[in-house]
């Protein structure tokens, strides 16, 4: 029953041969290679082309370009640039966008690594005319002013294209007035401070700070180191305690004193000629003088100490703004 059943089938439904297939079917296939596969169809569709070889590179680059942002945000900056010198290796097939995108992240991942030079270097090959071009320059000027090149730092920040009252006027002012006070030119200092108009959120609070870094840099008056090493001659530690030091001064009280007291000691026992005396009483005068001309020099040291804290400060309220209005 079944066979008579297969053949009446057949019968009625021929089979059609691959051949006739492709001839009747409304989709034919042009042309098949390694590179592309191509297929038409005569009648709803012009054309649809399928690459296998030549993905969108555009796309491509996008994609690992945002994961190169991600990479930076998680502080991951080796992995990054690994990405992205791959990239940079690749980058023949990227558009110039993309390219300028792919130094700009390399330079980056060196500024957070705090490899300066570097940095500059691959900072320098973004086009001043990309997208990014405004943001590479203003993080090149900073990595300058890091290897203290100020004068360099000031010409890239004044040759960056702003317009009158813009974010990016505003935020050139406030790097050119850190740098003054890095300088100690206080003279440019005053003629930039009144563009310091506070009005974008973005650094109104860094531009008080460097009000204030002003007044404390101007204001802050230098102890004499003669009266610093006499107060120390009086009685050892004294000077550095008027230089501005605080714990410094037990230090040399704790053992200042006590060789002072022991020399005595063998002075009364054995007498000012006996070799423990002369070695003690020697030791001790060591000691004494050098307290003296440490307490000297303590008060440029402070000074020092003062002012290369402010500069800190001064560099990070730099940094902080170009992270807020470009990252």
């Not at 990405?83 to 991942?109: C, V």
């Not at 003669?226 to 001659?233: E, P, T, V």
């Amino acid at each position: 029953m079944f066979l008579i059943l297969a053949i009446i089938l057949t019968a009625a439904y021929p089979v059609i041969s691959q051949e006739q297939f492709i001839q009747d079917s409304s989709w034919t296939s042009t042309s098949i290679n390694s590179d592309s596969v191509q297929f038409t169809q005569t009648d709803t569709v012009d054309t649809f082309q399928i690459k296998l070889g030549d993905l969108d590179s555009a796309d491509y680059f996008s994609g690992e370009i945002s994961f190169a942002y991600y990479l930076i945000s998680s502080e991951q900056y080796s992995d990054a640039q690994y990405l992205l010198f791959k990239l940079q290796s690749e980058s023949t097939s990227a558009d110039p966008n993309q390219r300028d995108s792919i130094n700009y992240l390399i330079g980056w991942t060196f500024y957070f690594s705090r490899d300066f030079d570097q940095a500059i270097d691959h900072l320098s090959n973004v086009s001043t005319q990309s997208e990014i071009g405004v943001q590479s320059q203003f993080y090149k000027s900073i990595c300058l002013v890091y290897i203290e090149q100020y004068d360099s730092a000031k010409i890239i920040l004044n040759n960056i294209s702003t317009k009158p009252d813009d974010i990016l006027r505003e935020l050139t002012v406030l790097q050119l007035t850190a740098i003054a006070l890095l300088e100690r030119d206080y003279y440019a200092y005053d003629s930039l401070s009144p563009y310091l108009t506070k009005k974008y959120f973005q650094f109104s609070e860094e531009e008080n700070s460097m009000k204030e870094y002003y007044a404390d840099l101007t204001n802050y008056r230098q102890k004499s180191p003669w009266i610093a090493g006499g107060l120390s001659a009086l009685f050892p530690g004294l000077g550095k305690f008027y230089a501005g030091y605080i714990g410094l001064p037990f230090g040399t009280i704790s053992m200042t004193l006590p060789l002072a007291a022991v020399a005595v000691e063998a002075a009364i026992i054995a007498g000012v000629l006996s070799p423990p005396f002369i070695v003690l009483g020697s030791l001790f005068g060591i000691f004494y003088v050098g307290n003296i001309w440490g307490s000297a020099l303590s008060v440029y040291t402070i000074k020092k100490e003062i002012y290369d804290e402010i500069d800190r400060n001064i560099i990070y309220d730099m940094h902080i703004p170009l992270r807020r209005v470009f990252w």
